[in-house]
């Protein structure tokens, strides 16, 4: 049965969906069977993988407001074993519907749990919030990954992200872990950079991923090409940080390599 994971962080622009997408098709060229659920209004993550939806498109909102089976919103992207669930800007108001719902915190959960028999690995790419689709995010997973970009203001909201999983697990998800801390936006020439990297190691050094990503232009100009970047440029950095984030959080869960 498959491992589902979310990738959080309330604050926008840390390399969340960068994470999602690149982590997700990095496992799957190492072969896994990988499904991205795109939970984000924006749906970068979908664009990331060259998604485009149509009228037809099935959405995780209509699975989790509408019913659908998860099954019928899946769908191939370019790389062989990675699958995409993608969203829509109709998850805007998907919170507002949900206020109603009973185990409105558990839609998600319902509505995806048949697929861990399908997956190696399920990632959820979350908005930048702690709203409703954030917290059936983290109902729904089995571990959380945080990006932290390497600036002192991302460390600002940290704590209380920290906080919000201790919640989650001790009301709606008790074997909610935390996968990780992944830094992010790392760039050696700022001392500030450095300095985010020694503070986030000394104060959750158990919980800390080895692997930093760092800046990288090729990184940043994938999504715009609808690809992730083991598909847009195999020789970057950016790729290389990202295989290396595959290799080890592969280590972490037990796997050979």
Do not use: W
Not at 86 to 109: N, Q, W
Not at 130 to 145: F, M, R
Not at 234 to 247: D, F, I, P, W
């Amino acid at each position: 049965m498959g491992k589902i994971v979310a990738i959080v962080n309330q604050k926008g622009g840390v390399g969340k969906t960068t994470t999602a997408v690149n982590l997700a098709a990095s496992l799957a060229v190492l072969d896994f069977h990988v499904l991205l659920i795109d939970a984000d209004p924006q749906a970068n993550a979908s664009s990331g993988v060259g998604f485009e939806p149509t009228e037809e498109s099935i959405s995780i909102y209509d699975c989790m407001i509408g019913n659908r089976m998860a099954a019928e919103a899946i769908t191939k992207t370019q790389i062989a074993h990675l699958d995409l669930l993608p969203a829509t800007i109709d998850l805007v108001g998907a919170e507002i519907e949900m206020i109603s719902f009973d185990r409105r915190e558990y839609r998600m959960k319902d509505a995806i749990y048949t697929l861990k028999n399908d997956y190696d690995f399920i990632f959820i790419d979350c908005a930048p919030s702690l709203g409703l689709i954030t917290l059936n995010a983290l109902v729904a997973a089995d571990s959380v990954i945080i990006p932290v970009q390497c600036e002192y203001f991302a460390l600002e909201g940290l704590g209380k992200l920290l906080n919000t999983v201790r919640l989650v697990q001790s009301n709606m998800n008790p074997d909610l872990a935390i996968e990780g801390i992944l830094l992010t936006m790392y760039s050696s020439r700022y001392k500030s950079s450095n300095a985010v990297v020694d503070d986030v190691k000394l104060h959750c050094k158990d919980i800390v991923f080895d692997t930093i990503v760092s800046r990288n232009v090729r990184l940043s100009e994938a999504p715009s090409f609808g690809k992730p970047i083991v598909l847009y440029d195999v020789q970057s950095r950016g790729n290389t940080n990202y295989l290396n984030l595959a290799k080890e959080f592969l280590l972490k869960n037990g796997y050979t390599i």
